[in-house]
């Protein structure tokens, strides 16, 4: 799988957008970009995916540019439930689809 | 509706002692994933199982460690003669199908505790 860079933390007001970037330069044509959190003492939570178009739920969008290597998450008003580290995570075909997380990105939302 | 259930949420247990560990995928899952992650640390793949198939066991840090899903639902984790590195939480994750584009739930985890 192909190896991804994360700043370690970032803060952001609560209310406004927190935008979280990836960098994924490694990445073959048919691997996906997956986003997961984790609250503390909870299990990973599935956020968003996407291959090569910008995708958009009711949890966030994901912004990948056009030579897919790099993306960011974007939760458009941040919460303080929103407080948590964010894992960016390249999925490939080859071998048993496993997730395999880096440290993520710690984002403390600040009142 | 449902999600990834684990059971028990934490367990203690002295070194040397055998645990077993359960996971209840979401209905009509054919994948099942478990974990293992480390205080402050990113969980680490253990094992993938098709439906009762064990795909892929790669990541078992050790032959004391077992995993099953012998109906291609309910699985448990075993960790035999437990030792103090044991000690972590132990994740469980199942999605739809095997495809790249189907993304993998998890449950709370098990905090295992060894003495």
């Known amino acids: 799988d192909a190896k991804t860079t994360q700043p370690p933390s970032m803060d952001c007001a609560e209310g406004r957008a927190a935008n979280l970037p990836c960098n994924h330069s490694t990445i073959s044509g048919n691997e996906y970009v997956y986003w997961y959190r984790q609250i503390h003492s909870q299990g990973p939570q599935y956020i968003i995916h996407g291959l090569k178009n910008n995708e958009t739920n009711e949890m966030a969008s994901l912004i990948i540019t056009e030579d897919r290597k790099s993306s960011t998450l974007i939760l458009p008003h941040a919460t303080l439930r929103d407080t948590a580290v964010y894992y960016c995570i390249v999925v490939s075909g080859a071998g048993s689809y496993q997730l395999t997380f880096g440290k993520g990105t710690k984002l403390s939302v600040i009142p | 509706g449902a999600g990834v259930s684990q059971s028990p949420r934490y367990k203690v247990a002295k070194r040397g002692q055998d645990v077993a560990l359960r996971c209840d995928p979401i209905s009509g899952h054919v994948s099942l994933f478990w974990y293992q992650q480390a205080l402050g640390q990113g969980p680490e793949f253990l094992t993938y199982f098709q439906n009762e198939a064990q795909l892929d066991k790669s990541g078992l840090p050790s032959d004391r460690f077992f995993a099953e899903r012998p109906e291609g639902s309910v699985s448990t984790l075993k960790i035999q003669r437990t030792q103090q590195e044991d000690s972590a939480v132990y994740l469980c994750?199942?999605?739809?199908?095997?495809?790249?584009?189907?993304?993998?739930?998890f449950g709370d985890g098990t905090r295992l505790s060894i003495l």
């Open positions: 994750a199942s999605s739809l199908d095997s495809l790249l584009n189907q993304p993998q739930h």
